[in-house]
């Protein structure tokens, strides 16, 4: 194995559980595996190797000395330096990729889609680090492997004596030492290396993971792997520090994935309580699981234990830092040290252990463990996921550190108190075990010791915290809200979760027998924690806003004499203190999460209030709460309280329409005005914007004073450019206000969620409110420019999930939205006098000139691929920040005024911390991003398919709400997106500043308060303009991204169908892949390698992560998309152009590689798709023949028919891919017969294809084949209930490459019985429809291999009248082909074309005779086969009397049918067959005619009679009498056959 490449192959394929090489398996025992830990310990530059490439001295090079050009010895210098390797080994690696052909295989493997075909340096720079990333990943699929108990037991115990040799080789010490390399300068620049270094360190961590995964460490490793997490820890202090940006921050974010990995390796071994195997003897029957022992004493004890004093002295002596990284390492060693303290059983502990354990674990919680675990390691916030999930194996091990770590905690009364001043307070405590709970929801069952949980906890400790917090919450404030937070965490768990926090919270009702599911025996809620009490308490608090708001309005009101000297004093309205604000959102909290399905929904509701309209009233209370002024109502509570009212309306159906009724009631959102067009522009601060020009000098007079420069998030300018013209919606209000100064947005994502709850129950004016807030106050807020961000959203997620929830509610507009649905016709109705509806609001957004939405996904898709995971300090919030500008002083002072202004800054303060805490828990960054960029490309995509019809309807409305709409836009009519795509290629007109009815203040122009010009630079709203949609749709076709690969080729197809200009659309594309000359071929191959099955999927679209949204829609396969994309009739120009481009020869090679699945069972659809796609492509290209017969893969693909065609059944996936390459075949050999069509030696190929086909063994398999199908029994009668749903159900339709055989689309049905009936239907149709295919596929292959034959015979026929005597027995060899110049190939062709023909024609006859009591569908086909042979047949002379004869009587034999298994049509193409071979048979000589008559026998005869005189079908008649025509002797004599 002598390249990293290979060994990570071979690994790979051992750790798959396929069998390996045996080379792998000596490589595993051999010395050399250690290399893999040591691929990143090169040697440095030397200072004499580098003085002799100066002094043009030679080298050596594998032990021989080379000289250098000039040339050669700048670029081995240059790769020295930048590497930081040897100079003689960086001339390795130059001579490695000297060849073109080595550089493009480096590109092959690397997935590169253009070849280093002129630059040597960037080959040899992209080798080392393939090969490092390879001896990287084959490391940890070694460690990865030794641990999966589903392998074969070989293969696990060759992988895990692997990893007992890596750690007697100090595999610990290699790991951790390249962990340090790579946080070092030399790693930090360029861009390119820090990205490598991040990867690398994140592959090194986990390597080091499960390497030592549950193994006994030594004393020595635990000691180094805790320094090397102090010493990465600092690191990333440095970086946090403004003037050491530069130098660390490229890679620190990586860096810090990496040090949470060491970390969390690190409290698992310093674990005395784990059950650890033993390093040095690894066997398959040790348990893998921690904690695995069913009893104390089966444990062995983690040696070391001895060493803790040590251990703990030694983390006493770090230095104590300021710097939050380091001083959270520092207190998760504490943590460790604790861990590794504590005794095996708790009730053998002595005094000093329990002190050692005590001081311990005080000093981690002093140092604030908790708040680093929760805040800022990369587990609970989200950064550390395996590929796109979560990290299961981290988050069990995580849970299990700390339920030990509680247990302890409450074993030595450690526990710190609430509201503590220094370091982790209770409310810290229960704020990790939330997170974690969120993060990780199988935790929840460990709080619970009941029966009916999935299994009983191994130690209570979860269930004594929550006690321990509830006393808390009794005796004092400060714990209340973070113990419900905990509850409605354990609450979201599980459906049996939820139940039992539900039944927990009723427990203190008089009439409550629910006693089931407590935390424990005789448990209870502190007095007033209960549901009831819960919805009181929102009623309440309710009621003294609203009486607040009424007095202040009484107080306020104009007195209506004019004499009075002055108005009374103004009275604000009353605000809700923090400590309020967080206990009513815990409460709603709480709620929201015990209804975790409609059934726990009512019951909660019920429990709260004895009515019959219990979910209704609960929501009214949250919605008088809702609707006050956002500083009376954080926007956090409001968040809160709009998931209560969502999950309320989710209880059943009449709760959503009298919730939906209140909600139009509350006014939210403004029902005014119309969906205005996007700015332009967007004036942002000076200090925002890196590349910005400077200033000019400014002259100064004598004692004028510089200007102080403004504080750009004070003085807030994009706020005030997005400020609209006072609107009645209280939502849009504290969007543009209160949730615009503390840049968070949490009361506008519970609105969203609220009304896509509510969906089609809103009425139309409420919808339309919704989607304009959507469209305008939140999408272009998010899809601002990046510069920009920093002013709108202070969490970075935040900006994807709020994109997430307006996309999801424009997505429900536009779903229901075609022309049989209400509102379509109402839209585009004359007589309608009614507003247009909200979906034709989005639609035509998307689609005018100046719409917003197109440019704002378009801007979203980009941001969201240009962004990457920087590394952001963990920053404590000031309170200074939200002090507005103090007044200048007047001549009073009011001291009243200073407390409200500080009052007003403290609440803010903590309602920003409670919008960063609830964002904990969930999804982290990179999840929402992604989420983000799917649902664009989705909404898009839906866009595209309705746009059509669309443009049509809008042409032809006239008088309409439609038309009014259009007109009242003042937009222009709608456009195919594709040609808005192009048209925003071109310089725009400089549009007129707009107003009026447009959210902004003159698009942007005027001045903004408090900033002068010159303080502010005008730049682009959007980040990326529309036209950049085509390049980030082209960077998205590419293998490996499951997620938007399918959607982003399927949108290209789209596009390129609905663009006028198919020209411009490629000269687009082109512009936009690449500026090369080779874009084209670039990205034929990204789209053409679609196609080939390496896609990665991933799981991580549809988690619970996604609190309250819709379930994304699969994907799609995007091989599928690619391949339809290559046959798209109306993309046929982009198409085209990427089949010149280079997609053809890689489609085809794709196509025959898929094909093997008919051998070994794997993705036939694919296969079939595939192999379609050729016999398209192969109609419309001739080169593609070319392609396909480079070699024999026609041949091998009639060897694999043959195959799949023996077996005794075969399933309707693979009848379904035996048609496609039977047609395919056709396809191919019907071309190669044209003239000027393909080349010669194609020709020839083809021709071997057909011999191949015409032996008997191949005939019959095939012709046999399409009788034994798996059958289904089915009634024609359709039940009459499902009557309608089958018309109102049609299948979805066909596509080029795809058939749909079923009858109607199950997944529109609803009724069981129905949806039952209607699935065994489609199986019927689907195996019916199936079997005719293959039988017609297998007919035109037949028909088109009988043609060569018939050439072929007829060629020789008049070769041999010219050239030799005629052999009289075709059965002898013919060598008259040979002798010819033989036009149709390089070899010589059928050797006995008239046997060939024949055959085919009895073949067809015995299936047709074997297979009596089938189906008559597939019959008909190779009846007609039998005809179309007979027909050649008898067009060539001196034929065998006994084929003839034979072949007579096989048709009289296949006519013999019962009554059901056959139709007019198969008994003509008998007819027409029989009619052939008995016209040759009276041709050759009377005895022959007379006895092929009297092969038929009467009962045949008589059959053909009855059919000659009355078959319904003209042609069928002509047959029958063509047949007793030819069959009648001459001389009038009357044999058995003269009827």
Not at 377 to 391: C, F, N, Q, T, V
Not at 443 to 454: A, I, L, N, P, T
Not at 814 to 841: I, N, V
Not at 1024 to 1048: C, F, M, V
Request: hydrophobic share 40%; with cysteine; net charge negative.
């Amino acid at each position: 194995m002598d390249t990293s490449f290979a060994v990570l192959e071979g690994v790979s394929t051992l750790a798959s559980g396929r069998e390996a090489a045996p080379d792998v398996v000596r490589y595993l025992q051999s010395p050399q595996l250690a290399d893999l830990a040591k691929c990143l310990e090169q040697p440095p530059p030397d200072a004499s190797k580098r003085q002799k490439l100066a002094a043009s001295q030679p080298l050596m090079l594998r032990g021989k000395e080379q000289a250098l050009q000039p040339r050669t010895a700048r670029l081995v210098a240059a790769l020295s330096d930048e590497l930081q390797l040897d100079e003689e080994l960086a001339l390795d690696f130059v001579a490695r990729v000297t060849e073109r052909q080595h550089r493009r295989d480096l590109a092959g493997m690397t997935g590169r889609a253009e070849a280093f075909d002129d630059d040597i340096g960037g080959a040899a720079r992209q080798l080392f680090y393939f090969e490092a990333a390879c001896s990287l990943r084959a490391l940890g699929e070694v460690v990865r492997g030794a641990l999966d108990d589903n392998l074969p037991h070989n293969a696990q115990h060759s992988l895990q004596q692997a990893v007992c040799a890596l750690a007697k080789q100090n595999l610990a010490g290699c790991l951790l030492a390249a962990v340090k390399r790579l946080a070092s300068s030399s790693w930090a620049h360029p861009v390119d290396r820090a990205a490598r270094a991040g990867e690398f360190a994140s592959l090194v961590s986990e390597a080091h993971y499960y390497g030592f995964y549950e193994t006994q460490l030594e004393a020595n490793e635990a000691k180094e792997l805790l320094e090397t997490t102090r010493d990465v820890s600092r690191l990333l202090d440095d970086a946090c520090r403004p003037q050491q940006v530069g130098q660390l921050a490229p890679h620190a974010s990586r860096l810090r994935a990496c040090r949470d990995v060491l970390l969390l390796g690190a409290l698992g071994a310093l674990d005395a309580g784990a059950k650890l195997r033993d390093r040095n003897g690894a066997t398959r029957d040790d348990s893998l699981l921690r904690y695995g022992a069913s009893n104390d004493d089966d444990r062995t004890s983690n040696k070391l234990a001895a060493n803790a004093a040590a251990l703990r002295s030694a983390i006493q002596q770090w230095p104590s830092t300021l710097g939050n990284e380091a001083r959270g390492a520092k207190a998760s060693a504490n943590l460790a040290a604790a861990l590794l303290a504590r005794p095996n059983r708790w009730a053998d502990a002595t005094s000093d252990i329990e002190e050692a354990v005590r001081s311990a674990l005080q000093d981690a919680f002093e140092g604030g463990v908790c708040q680093f675990l929760t805040r800022t390691h990369g587990l609970l916030r989200g950064d550390l996921r395996d590929g796109h999930r979560p990290p299961t194996t981290y988050l069990a091990a995580f849970t299990e550190v700390i339920v030990a770590v509680v247990e302890a905690a409450l074993e030595v009364d450690a526990l710190p108190e609430p509201s503590s001043q220094y370091g982790d307070s209770l409310e810290d405590v229960l704020e990790l075990i939330r997170v974690l709970c969120g993060r990780y929801p199988q935790v929840c069952d460990r709080f619970f010791s009941s029966e009916d949980m999935d299994e009983e906890a191994p130690s209570a400790a979860l269930a004594h915290l929550t006690l321990r917090a509830g006393d808390a919450a009794r005796h004092g404030d400060a714990c209340r809200a973070p113990y419900l937070r905990l509850l409605a965490s354990i609450a979201r768990g599980s459906e049996k979760c939820a139940t039992a926090v539900a039944d927990f919270l009723r427990s203190d009702e008089e009439d409550s027998d629910l006693r089931d599911g407590l935390f424990l025996d005789g448990a209870a809620p502190p007095p007033g924690y209960g549901l009831r009490h819960f919805s009181a308490l929102i009623d309440r608090y309710g009621e003294v806003l609203r009486a607040a708001e009424l007095e202040t309005q009484l107080a306020t009101t104009t007195p209506s004499s004019i004499y009075v000297a002055a108005p009374p004093p103004q009275r604000e309205p009353l605000w809700l203190g923090g400590a309020d604000a967080e206990a009513l959102a815990a409460v709603a909290d709480v709620l929201t999460a015990c209804m975790k399905t409609p059934a726990h929904a009512r019951r909660v509701c019920a429990a709260c209030s004895n009515e019959s309209n219990a979910p209704s009233r609960l929501a009214a209370s949250a919605l008088r709460l809702v609707c006050r002024d956002g500083d009376a109502v954080a926007p956090d509570l409001k968040g809160a309280l709009f998931a209560l009212i969502a999950s309320c309306a989710s209880s059943d159906d009449d709760a959503r329409t009298s919730i939906a009724q209140l909600v139009q009631k509350a006014s939210l959102t403004s029902s005014s005005g119309q969906l205005s067009a996007p700015p332009s522009q967007l004036r942002l601060p000076r200090r925002l914007v890196p590349n910005a020009p400077p200033l000019p000098p400014t002259q100064l007079f004598p004692g004028q004073v510089q200007r102080a420069p403004k504080d750009p998030l004070r003085d807030n300018c994009l706020a005030q450019q997005l400020s609209s013209v006072a609107k009645p919606g209280v939502v849009e209000r504290d969007c543009l206000a209160v949730e615009t100064r503390l840049r968070t947005f949490s009361g506008s994502e519970g609105y969203l969620r609220l009304v896509h709850t509510l969906g089609d129950a809103l009425d139309d004016s409420s919808r339309r409110s919704s989607v304009r807030f959507a469209a305008r106050d939140i999408l272009l807020r998010c899809a601002a420019r990046d510069d920009g961000q920093i002013l709108a959203f202070r969490f970075k997620e935040e900006r994807w999930r709020l994109a997430c929830r307006a996309l999801a509610v424009l997505r429900q507009a536009l779903e229901s939205y075609d022309p049989l649905s209400a509102s379509w016709k109402r839209d585009f109705d004359a007589k309608s006098t009614e507003e247009a509806s909200a979906s034709f609001e989005v639609l035509y957004d998307a689609l005018s000139d100046r719409g917003g939405l197109a440019a704002a996904l378009a801007s979203l898709i980009s941001a969201a691929g240009k962004e990457g995971d920087a590394f952001l300090p963990d920053a404590d919030i000031d309170t200074r920040e939200f002090l507005p500008e103090p007044k200048p002083q007047g001549l009073i002072k009011d001291a009243n005024d200073d407390k409200r202004r500080l009052l007003r800054a403290e609440l803010d303060v903590a309602s920003v911390e409670r919008a960063r805490r609830s964002g904990l828990g969930g999804a982290g960054v990179a999840w929402w991003r992604r989420r983000c960029e799917r649902a664009s490309l989705d909404l898009l995509e839906a866009v595209a398919s309705k746009e059509a019809i669309f443009i049509k309807a809008c042409r032809s409305a006239s008088d309409s709400p439609a038309q009014r709409a259009l007109v009242k836009a003042a937009r222009g009519p709608p456009r195919r997106l594709g040609d808005l795509l192009l048209a925003s290629r071109t310089p725009a007109v400089q549009q007129q500043p707009s107003t009026g009815g447009s959210f902004l203040r003159n698009d942007f122009g005027s001045q903004l308060d408090g900033w002068h010009d010159d303080d502010l630079v005008s730049l682009p709203f959007f980040e990326a303009p529309l036209a950049s949609l085509l390049p980030e749709l082209a960077k998205r076709a590419q293998p490996g991204d499951a997620l938007t690969a399918g959607p982003s080729i399927r949108l290209l197809g789209a596009l390129a169908g609905a663009a006028l200009d198919g020209g411009r659309f490629l000269a687009a594309l082109a512009a936009a892949e690449d500026k090369g000359a080779d874009a084209r071929s670039k990205f034929a191959a990204r789209v053409a390698a679609c196609t080939d099955r390496t896609m990665i999927d991933e799981d991580g679209v549809d988690t619970a992560d996604a609190d309250g949204l819709p379930i994304l829609k699969p994907a799609g396969d995007a091989g599928h998309a690619a391949l339809d994309l290559l046959v798209e009739p109306r993309a046929r120009h982009l198409a085209g152009w990427l089949l010149d481009g280079g997609s053809l020869e890689a489609a085809v090679d794709v196509a025959f590689r898929s094909a093997s699945a008919l051998e070994n069972g794997g993705d036939l659809g694919t296969a079939e798709r595939a192999l379609r796609l050729v016999a398209e492509l192969a109609t419309s290209h001739r080169s593609c023949v070319d392609c396909v017969c480079r070699d024999d893969a026609l041949v091998d693909l009639v060897t694999m028919v043959r195959e799949a065609c023996s077996t005794s059944t075969i399933s309707v996936p693979t009848a379904r891919c035996l048609a496609s390459a039977l047609e395919c075949l056709a396809v191919c050999t019907h071309t190669a017969k044209l003239p000027d069509g393909v080349q010669d030696q194609a020709r020839g190929r083809c021709r071997n294809a057909v011999d191949a086909f015409l032996r008997v063994d191949v005939l019959q398999a095939v012709f046999g084949a399409a009788f034994k199908l798996e059958s289904v029994a089915s009634s024609d009668a359709i039940p009459e209930e499902a009557r309608k749903c089958v018309e109102n159900a049609p299948p979805q339709p066909s596509s080029v490459l795809y058939e749909n055989y079923d009858l109607v689309d199950e997944t529109k049905l609803d009724d069981p019985q129905v949806k039952q009936w209607a699935k065994h239907a489609n199986q019927a149709q689907r195996a019916v429809t199936a079997a005719a295919r293959l039988a017609d596929a297998a007919q035109r292959f037949a028909a088109v291999c009988a043609g060569y034959a018939f050439e072929s015979a007829a060629l020789e026929a008049s070769s041999t009248d010219q050239n030799m005597a005629f052999r009289t027995d075709d059965d002898q060899q013919s060598d008259a082909l040979a002798l010819l110049n033989e036009p149709y190939g390089d070899l010589a062709g059928l050797s006995r074309p008239r046997r060939a023909l024949a055959e085919v024609r009895d073949a067809a006859a015995r299936a047709l005779t074997e297979n009596q009591s089938s189906d008559a569908r597939p019959a008909e086909a190779l009846a007609r086969c039998a005809a179309d042979a007979a027909a050649n047949l008898r067009s060539l002379d001196k034929l065998q009397r006994s084929v003839t004869v034979g072949g007579a009587r096989q048709l009289a034999l296949a006519l013999d049918r019962p009554q059901r298994s056959t139709s007019e049509a198969l008994r003509g193409h008998l007819y027409a067959a029989l009619a052939h071979t008995l016209a040759r048979a009276r041709h050759r000589d009377p005895q022959t005619s007379m006895e092929a008559s009297d092969a038929v026998g009467e009962r045949a005869w008589g059959r053909v009679c009855a059919d000659a005189a009355t078959a319904a079908t003209p042609w069928v008649r002509l047959a029958a009498r063509a047949a007793l025509c030819e069959g009648a002797p001459e001389d009038g004599g009357r044999g058995r056959g003269a009827r």
